[in-house]
T-cell receptor, first 114, second 110 residues
């Protein structure tokens, strides 16, 4: 199993809503990542979890709240988002202990904030 | 600040020709180099990785690395319309995060 699975694939939410994005991998990777990607831009790192602990927060607004319940799951909780938060949200995973592997990305969640 | 630079394109190549994509990076300590392909509206897909100076071939793809010049490239032979996508160069220093370039948009003209 070499996949990273993200749900939902599409999400439309109002600015007062609370929603969650989910990510699951069964490759034994102990590093997991959330990225945000706007159109025609490269992926922009938001959070890194290493061994289920938050290791990097790239100064992301608190309306985005990550959670890593176990080594296979990663969630991103969304609350009071703004229209400019509309983007493709990508989850990725990788080996921790070696530099010789890139990240495996999920198919993404297309988020629209109305 | 570790930087990865790519020509944003668009790069147009006739079908059957060789497409050449280039990437430079600022950190001499960078150790791992990756090329991702991203179709419009889809997620990035890892297509090549390279760690040592020289060439690495996989099918129609060849990655080339020159650490002295801080330069990595991707050659696509016998380009097909299905190769039309944005190609992201990514660089990793140690166990640090991947740093992505801005991507090169490639169009293969039938």
């Amino acid at each position: 199993d070499t996949e990273v699975t993200q749900t939902p694939k599409h999400l439309v939410m109002g600015m007062t809503n609370k929603k969650s994005l989910k990510c699951e991998q069964h490759m034994g990777h102990r590093a997991m990542y959330w990225y945000k990607q706007k159109a025609k831009k490269p992926p922009e790192l938001m959070f890194v979890y290493s061994y289920e602990k938050l290791s990097i927060n790239e100064s992301v607004p608190s309306r985005f709240s990550p959670e890593c319940p176990n080594s296979s799951l990663l969630n991103l909780h969304l609350h009071a988002l703004q229209p400019e938060d509309s983007a493709l949200y990508l989850c990725a995973s990788s080996q921790v202990s070696t530099v010789r592997y890139g990240y495996t990305f999920g198919s993404g969640t297309r988020l629209t904030v109305v | 600040q570790k930087e990865v630079e790519q020509n944003s394109g668009p790069l147009s190549v006739p079908e059957g020709a060789i497409a050449s994509l280039n990437c430079t990076y600022s950190d001499r300590g960078s150790q791992s180099f990756f090329w991702y392909r991203q179709y419009s509206g889809k997620s990035p897909e890892l297509i090549m990785s390279i760690y040592s100076n020289g060439d690495k071939e996989d099918g129609r793809f060849t990655a080339q690395l020159n650490k002295a010049s801080q330069y990595v490239s991707l050659l696509i032979r016998d380009s097909q319309p299905s190769d039309s996508a944005t190609y992201l160069c990514a660089v990793r220093f140690g166990n640090e995060k991947l740093t992505f370039g801005t991507g090169t948009r490639l169009t293969i003209i039938p």
